[in-house]
């Protein structure tokens, strides 16, 4: 079993490899380390972050030069979300600041979108252009009319303005292309749902099974340090994926399953633990609803049934539920982050939910624990007006389970012919790269098309920028105050952001873009201080804080109001469901008319010649949303094709060779993408980091480089429940010569 330092060493050579000198390098590497940090011989000013790069959002300080220049970035020793580390990602996070590919000034378009012309504005104009159209389309279709898309810690800011301006179709594309599966199935069961960061209780647990969650690439750091914790202590680590992945590595137990059979495996596990009575009786009679009609649901899914439907052997999947037995209730089946992928992800995380019931591991030690949070108080403005129209009311009767606003929800409902009930006619885009983040990319450019406004608030000119009618330079993380962060995690805590600098060029920070819009369109009293450093001391003094002591200590610990992490021994909990019990059964479902208990249905297979197309993440970057970072490319500037060597045999194939993948609807990609031989990798689907592909020409380090997952994704089976996007139903085949592609490159 690989000890802990073996696990993290990646973080090391990250930080270290992020080198913008000779000095630059020992510095970081030294600091990325606690081990390992040395006394420095300059006297360097430091200012509290936390990370901008995922969502994890590790707290963190800025080192800056003697010249005032940022130099490195440092995790805070007291932040229970990187415990004093950082990964490489954040480390890398400098290169955010001085990419010179950056937006620098507002922008308004002078020719058809997508051509890319425009012209620089000053941001009072821009300002007057975004209002003047946001009223013309309150006034002839209605508030609600126009959606704000959005991710990241400014998305508070765009969400006051929105709601103040009468719209709550507010969508957070993590939701329906992310996360929203795995939220849903757990608040269905439990009433509550994993939180981000997760409420997983890794560094306790005895036995942890992922099943497509990728800990060791996401990088999501606290995971990945309570991972290499319970490594060290002797967990059990069961991987369940078609892919060698890093955590398959660290594992006990890999099981290659087929793709897109999932569901198969983990009724099998259920019924394991039912008929064998693995299953925690006490804990399922105390707390659980619908038993009984589980196990009845269950009885024929036999290990030797889902062998034939996950080619996983009736031995392995024994082991495997009986280890999980024998670790409860201190284990975690991992409810996974990016789990949107064949359409019926709600009941697959569902039946992930309801295993982890079985195991007797939600409110447990080693399992799930209690979350905390810091309450912020929000300083007293005016009332919202209600919204005459909601997201639900586009198209009646769709996606009842769902939780969150649904973002090709609101796509579809831009395009006309789609006969929603009313038109989305302007989109505000902030912070996410809709084109490269949500499949069906022809689908979000006919919706484009048809839009009176589109406004695009990002830090890089990503593909979204260049069909914009108006972009709006953000400043980085770096450069800015942000909303407190109070995520929830074992204790309640606050983290703080400031600016490390005076922000570059003509850019901006989130909150006074924000205030400023509001100004134009008379909402001025929704913002109420001018700036966010007066709102944010407001805020702290209101718990006995303020903001100079949090410019000191970054981060702010506070106790739990009660010893609760876990449900005390025999304790009558009452769960937020309509029962107050865990639903194995779910009633709400079946009166949905949805499958009140999960069930396999088997999938579309690849077409003779083609090979299910399954992709992921790797360490040193977080999506599209790093790939032009000047430090992190020198990580890594481009993705590679995982096959079978059984497959490149078939075809032809060597390692480091340059093809394109067509897709299943004879879309072949825009740039070619090398070939991995690797075992790592089922003969019947093949492999790629998502991300790269980049066709905007103003990231000059990543245009081009390797090839975009999301343009082959034009088949999108959408869940029923609460409408995600499942990715992996498209299948590609290998181009070897691309003549037509050659000549136009």
Known sequence: MTNRRDFIRISAYGAGALAMSGGFFQAVKAFSSPEK??????????TATYCEVCFWKCAGWVYKNEEGKIWKIVGNDEDQHCNGRFCPRGTGGIGNYYDEDRLKTPLIRVEDRGKQVFREASWDEAFNYIASRMNTIKE??????????????????????????????????????CRGPRDDAFLWTFGEEVYSPEITDIRDTRCLVLIGSHIGENMHNGQIQEMSDAIDKGATIITVDPRYSTAAGKSKYWLPIKPSTDIALLLSWIHELIYNEYYDIKYVEKYCLGF????????????????GITTLAPDLIRKTAREMADAAPAVIVHPGRHVTWYGDDTQRTRAIAILNALLGSWGRRGGFYRPAKATVPGYPAPEFTEPARLWGDL????????????????????????????????????????????????NTLKAIQNLDLLVAIDTMPVEITGWADVVLPECTYLERYDALRASPHRKPALALRMPATEPLYNSKPGYWIARELAGKLGLDSYFPF???????????????????????????????????????PEENVVFPTD????????????????????????????????YRLIYGRAPMHTFGRTANNPNLTDLMDENTVWINPKVAKIWGLVNDQYIWLQNQDGVISEFPIRVRITERIRWDAVYMVHGFGHAQKQMQRCYGRGASDTQLMTKVLVDPLMGGTGMRGNFVTFVIENTEKEASS
Request: net charge negative.
């Open 140 to 177: 002839k279709y209605g508030a609600e009319s126009i959606a704000l898309f959005t991710h990241g810690s400014g998305s508070s800011y765009y969400t006051t303005l929105m709601k103040a301006f009468g719209s709550g179709n507010i969508a957070e594309p993590s939701y329906a292309q």
């Open 37 to 46: 940090a040395v006394a420095l011989s300059v006297d360097l000013t430091r």
């Open 579 to 610: 029962s107050g019990k865990i639903e194995l059964y779910s009633a709400a479902f079946e009166g949905l008319g949805f499958d009140p208990l999960p069930r396999y249905v088997p999938h579309e297979e690849p077409p003779e010649g083609f």
């Open 530 to 568: 001018t700036k966010q450093e007066e709102l944010l001391d407001w805020q702290l003094k209101q718990i006995g804080s303020s903001l100079d002591e949090m410019k000191k200590t970054g981060v702010k610990t506070f106790e739990r109001e009660a010893d609760d992490l876990y449900f005390a």
């Open 292 to 307: 009984e009609k589980l196990k009845e649901h269950v009885k024929d899914y036999t290990p030797e049934w889902a062998y």
């Open 395 to 442: 198209f009646p009767g769709l996606y009842g389970v769902a939780t969150g606003v649904v973002s090709n929800a609101l796509i579809d409902a831009s395009i006309p012919e789609n006969n929603p009930a009313y038109p989305v006619k302007g989109w505000i885009v902030n912070g996410t790269n809709l084109i490269n983040s949500i499949p069906n990319q022809p």
